[in-house]
């Protein structure tokens, strides 16, 4: 993969000018830390040799001007034999031969680079297979640019350019929450093993301040002091781990190992601390990797979602006898790092199960104020209290398909690799 840094005439500004420009505005205090997710699995067109590196093998200024419609450019880059991860100006992007996985935040246009996603596929022999978008309630909507400005506005913009869509709001409306869209389109495909895949992830608000130090710019100290002195070197012992502390302050990393990623990003300030972390390691068990998390960031309220296609969930550790029992967590210990639960969700698609839990502290009048801005960030058909385990804890908005997985072909066929 071509490496070099190539000037593009509608390269966006840089990190440093995006900061300094920030510095100067009454808004520097209001950065948008949850990001917007999409992730898109391909298959191939046709059988050949040129399909084996897929998206491996597209140059970087190919996505530099892909990332240059998202109003983001790539900092730098890792890789390994399975995949290549890119640290961005604002959050990161992972490539495998037929999946990409992109996470950007602030006032960033995901959505607008969906064409460019489509043409670089095909330029590689790929066709779409499966496709993700998700994204935590905003806290600061009105500073979003189209077609960010709601989630109604971006399930229109997803099913201009994918079929079959369906998309869900997850959570209380009139509290933090989680937006979640698929889609996939119809192929022949005469492979039938379906690879593991699972996906984990925590949204957490309301930071510890003193944990949130290491996380501000230092000339003295380099980023990989910071993910030392914070513990997220030790999330994952012996994984390669690329990161970055912005100036004056924000935090991003990408770490692979073997033939996964896991990826964080943190805004630090009081006003609108947020910090994500994501991971598609797969594990048997993921509750001391939650409370690794919980105790390097302390947030007062935190989104834990876990979502993996059935052949993975029916792998993972459960503990018997109780009911916070789930596949791959034991909630009683998250509880009892002094959490209670505000929401237990468990959806069911036709291939995929996705958990859902919000967790909030039992006394956050001792805990930094969190962030549970919710403004006018949803165009929904209701807003007040939903019972979570209701199925009105969860509304279709602006879809195709009015049931999960209704007329849509098995998922993820192919080899057992991840984006292979």
Request: charged share 25%; proline share 5%; hydrophobic share 35%.
């Given at each position: 993969?071509?490496?070099?840094?190539k000037p593009l005439a509608n390269t966006p500004p840089s990190t440093a000018e995006i900061l300094r420009e920030n510095n100067n505005s009454s808004n520097m205090h209001n950065f948008e830390g949850p990001e917007k997710v999409f992730e898109v699995w391909f298959v191939p067109e046709k059988r050949s040799e040129a399909t084996k590196m897929g998206l491996r093998a597209v140059k970087r200024?190919?996505?530099?001007?892909?990332?240059?419609?998202?109003?983001?450019?790539?900092?730098?880059?890792?890789?390994?034999?399975?995949?290549?991860?890119?640290?961005?100006?604002?959050?990161?992007?992972?490539?495998?031969?037929?999946?990409?996985?992109?996470?950007?935040?602030?006032?960033?246009?995901?959505?607008?680079?969906?064409?460019?996603?489509?043409?670089?596929?095909?330029?590689?022999?790929?066709?779409?297979?499966?496709?993700?978008?998700?994204?935590?309630?905003?806290?600061?909507?009105?500073?979003?640019?189209?077609?960010?400005?709601?989630?109604?506005?971006?399930?229109?913009?997803?099913?201009?350019?994918?079929k079959y869509g369906a998309a869900y709001i997850v959570g209380k409306l009139n509290g933090n929450h989680w937006n979640f869209y698929n889609a996939e389109k119809k192929h022949s495909v005469p492979e039938v093993n379906i690879e593991e895949d699972v996906t984990f992830e925590m949204l957490m608000t309301g930071l510890d301040a003193k944990s949130m130090r290491p996380f501000y710019y230092?000339?003295?100290?380099?980023?990989?002091?910071?993910?030392?002195?914070?513990?997220?070197?030790?999330?994952?012992?012996?994984?390669?781990?690329?990161?970055?502390?912005?100036?004056?302050?924000?935090?991003?990393?990408?770490?692979?190992?073997?033939?996964?990623?896991?990826?964080?990003?943190?805004?630090?300030?009081?006003?609108?601390?947020?910090?994500?972390?994501?991971?598609?390691?797969?594990?048997?068990?993921?509750?001391?990797?939650?409370?690794?998390?919980?105790?390097?960031?302390?947030?007062?309220?935190?989104?834990?979602?876990?979502?993996?296609?059935?052949?993975?969930?029916?792998?993972?550790?459960?503990?018997?006898?109780?009911?916070?029992?789930?596949?791959?967590?034991?909630?009683?210990?998250?509880?009892?790092?002094?959490?209670?639960?505000?929401?237990?969700?468990?959806?069911?698609?036709?291939?995929?199960?996705?958990?859902?839990?919000?967790?909030?502290?039992?006394?956050?009048?001792?805990?930094?104020?969190?962030?549970?801005?919710?403004?006018?960030?949803?165009?929904?058909?209701?807003?007040?209290?939903?019972?979570?385990?209701?199925?009105?804890?969860?509304?279709?908005?602006?879809?195709?398909?009015?049931?999960?997985?209704?007329?849509?072909?098995?998922?993820?066929?192919?080899?057992?690799?991840?984006?292979?």
């Open positions: 993969m071509d490496k070099k840094l200024s190919k996505w530099e001007y892909m990332l240059s419609l998202v109003k983001c450019q790539i900092i730098s880059v890792v890789g390994n034999e399975s995949l290549d991860a890119y640290l961005l100006s604002e959050s990161s992007m992972f490539v495998y031969p037929r999946q990409l996985v992109l996470k950007t935040c602030g006032t960033t246009t995901l959505l607008n680079a969906v064409p460019e996603v489509l043409k670089i596929a095909k330029s590689v022999g790929l066709a779409v297979e499966d496709v993700f978008y998700n994204r935590q309630n905003f806290f600061f909507p009105d500073k979003q640019l189209h077609p960010h400005r709601s989630f109604s506005d971006e399930v229109k913009a997803l099913d201009t350019y994918f230092d000339p003295k100290l380099s980023s990989k002091q910071a993910s030392k002195a914070s513990g997220i070197d030790g999330f994952f012992p012996g994984a390669e781990i690329d990161d970055h502390v912005f100036e004056p302050y924000g935090y991003s990393m990408n770490g692979l190992v073997k033939d996964g990623y896991f990826t964080i990003h943190v805004t630090p300030q009081n006003s609108c601390s947020f910090a994500s972390f994501e991971t598609n390691i797969i594990l048997q068990d993921y509750t001391e990797l939650a409370i690794r998390v919980l105790q390097c960031f302390k947030p007062s309220q935190f989104i834990l979602t876990l979502m993996g296609n059935r052949t993975s969930m029916q792998k993972l550790n459960r503990v018997s006898g109780t009911r916070y029992s789930k596949p791959g967590l034991d909630v009683r210990k998250l509880l009892n790092q002094d959490f209670h639960i505000e929401d237990d969700i468990l959806l069911k698609f036709e291939h995929y199960d996705l958990i859902f839990l919000q967790l909030m502290k039992n006394h956050p009048e001792n805990h930094p104020k969190r962030n549970n801005i919710f403004g006018a960030d949803e165009t929904s058909p209701q807003r007040g209290n939903i019972d979570p385990n209701s199925e009105a804890s969860t509304q279709l908005l602006g879809s195709k398909s009015t049931v999960p997985g209704d007329n849509r072909d098995d998922r993820k066929e192919g080899s057992k690799k991840k984006g292979q």
